[in-house]
């Protein structure tokens, strides 16, 4: 899996100020992007089965895809969204949910759409590619962050008692429904960029009492699941009292969790040294659950992006290109591998919120009103009176992606962040050609790289695998994804290879086979 591309650079791209090198830098094209490597020293192996969290937010891909968004893979082949993640390394899937986006009149607010159904959808075909999900529930019915943090619309009457019963009651169906149609949830998180902010409310120690109530209805589903907490702006100061606010109210959470834009939330230094001292003191595991750099000064949708080398109050550490962008991201990586083992990964903030290319504003517009793909509908106007007019994506000049939705090679770098144990079961499948002396065309043939063992497709080879290929056996399944040891036969032998396997024998290592794909 390990994917590194290594090239001259051109010097002066290293070492200059990006206000002097970020025009027109819309998409670097040939290979010329230099990708480090990351590994997570002693990472536990509690966590994602090992691996660090290699994740990015597609909360807005279902409306994307309505709207007539297309995607690709590396040869330009259009390719659904979640397997071009998949084969680049990427092992999670994070996806805002609110409560009631919509006015009630069939008009969705629009950001995605992001409600539950929606989630439903994401999280289901993350679980087909062996994707996990973090379910960000946001108490809201729309954007949540810092400065906003509007209770649902039909919570506002309530008093304190009774919203912290709704956030139970939320909590605990939301996680049911997600997990009875289909989602992997591996992770929780209770609230959004909050800020001593959280749902109305402002006062941090009543914030934890409704903190509570969300973790409780977690652990009450599934103990397995991981909980975290999240806020915005390491830069501010105010981590290691939240944190310690949150210690006081004797808080049952797994994980601190914070966004890092580089250009708004100061220096990797302080940010690792703020999470290194939380995990620390308080046992917890660390992770950025949002990030994101430019890679462009361009934009792709008619809609003004909020950060480019012209932005006002933005800090832009790195070139704007998709070298920078590589960089910016691998940087957030390695600062995190550097949190004392307490950091688990990273997620990126909307690597494909693309408009449709190549359309006007008025075509634009139609697509964000009717199905959502955009930050805002006029409809949200009834729950957030600060939208007066509909809008696209502000960042898709941030995306991993170029504007017509072939990767950039920034999103190599989650091919390279380290270690990485689970094996990953669908690879890039090669194309052949087949050999033929009589026909005029020639088709071709489709492969994929399929990891032996891995008998109930979830990602991981496990005793759970054990399980199923007993049942295969019983039931008599020939199938030669089943034939772990190459005789031809599916048996008793099979099944004592994949126990030897799971055990650590080395005399069981398992291989790929590459079967043909109909
Ligand atoms: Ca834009």
């Known amino acids: 899996m390990k994917k590194k591309r290594f090239i001259a650079l051109a010097a002066a791209a290293l070492i200059s100020f990006p206000s002097a090198l970020c025009t027109n830098t819309f ?10 490597s990351v590994t997570f020293t002693n990472f536990d192996s509690r966590v994602n089965g090992g691996e660090p969290i290699r994740g990015v937010d597609i909360s807005s891909i279902i409306s994307l895809e309505e709207a007539g968004v297309k995607f690709y893979d590396d040869h330009g082949r259009e390719q659904d969204l979640f397997k071009t993640l998949a084969d680049h390394g990427v092992n999670y899937i994070r996806v805002r949910i609110w409560n009631e986006p919509n006015d009630g009149n069939g008009h969705t607010y629009g950001g995605g759409h992001s409600d539950l159904d929606t ?4 999280g289901k075909r993350a679980a087909q590619y062996g994707m996990k999900l973090l379910a960000d529930i946001q108490y809201s019915d729309f954007w949540a962050d810092p400065a906003k943090q509007s209770r649902p619309k039909y919570w506002q009457p309530h008093d304190h008692n009774k919203l912290k019963g709704e956030i139970y009651n939320w909590t605990s169906w939301v996680v049911k429904y997600l997990t009875e149609n289909g989602s992997d949830i591996g992770m929780v998180q209770i609230g959004n960029e909050t800020e001593c902010f959280f749902c109305g409310e402002k006062d941090m120690y009543k914030i934890c009492d409704l903190f509570s109530s969300g973790e409780k209805a977690v652990r009450d589903f599934d103990k397995n699941i991981l909980i975290a907490h999240h806020f915005a702006n390491a830069g501010n100061g105010h981590f290691g009292w939240y944190a310690q606010v949150m210690n006081e109210c004797k808080l049952d959470y797994d994980i601190f969790a914070c966004s890092y834009y580089s250009y708004w939330h100061g220096s990797l230094d302080n940010l690792r040294n703020t999470l290194t001292d939380i ?3 308080y046992n917890k595991y660390v992770m950025v659950v949002e990030t994101a750099y430019p890679y462009t000064d361009d934009d792709g949708d008619t809609f003004g992006n909020s950060v480019s080398s012209s932005s006002s109050g933005c800090e832009l550490k790195y070139d704007i290109s998709v070298e920078g962008q590589a960089k910016a991201i691998t940087d957030v990586f390695q600062t995190i591998a550097n949190c004392n083992g307490h950091g688990i990964g990273v997620f990126y903030w909307e690597p494909a919120w693309l408009g449709v290319p190549d359309i006007s504003w008025e075509q634009q517009k139609q697509l964000w009103d009717k199905y959502g793909s955009g930050c805002a509908t006029i409809y949200a106007n009834d729950y957030d ?3 007066t007019a509909s809008g696209g994506s502000s960042f898709d000049n941030q995306a991993l992606f170029d504007f017509h939705g072939k990767p950039l090679e ?3 770098v989650f091919l390279n962040i380290y ?3 689970k094996p990953v079961v669908t690879t890039t499948s090669t194309t052949t050609t087949a050999t033929t002396t009589t026909m005029t ?3 071709p043939v489709r492969t994929k790289d399929i990891v032996l063992g891995d008998v109930n497709s979830d990602g991981v080879i496990d005793v759970f695998d054990v399980v199923a290929l007993r049942k295969a056996v019983l039931a008599g399944n020939k199938s030669h994804e089943l034939d772990l040891n190459g005789d031809n036969e599916v048996g008793i032998a099979d099944l004592v290879k994949l126990r030897r396997y799971i055990l650590g024998y080395a005399d069981s290592d398992l291989t790929y086979k ?3 794909v109909k």
């Open 279 to 281: 995990g620390n003191k």
């Open 514 to 516: 590459t079967i043909i």
């Open 385 to 387: 009176h600060d939208v």
């Open 441 to 443: 065309t020639t088709e």
């Open 419 to 421: 270690p990485q144990k």
């Open 27 to 36: 998409p670097q094209t040939a290979d010329a992007v230099n990708i480090s």
């Open 410 to 412: 920034s999103l190599d």
């Open 119 to 122: 989630a439903a959808k994401i």
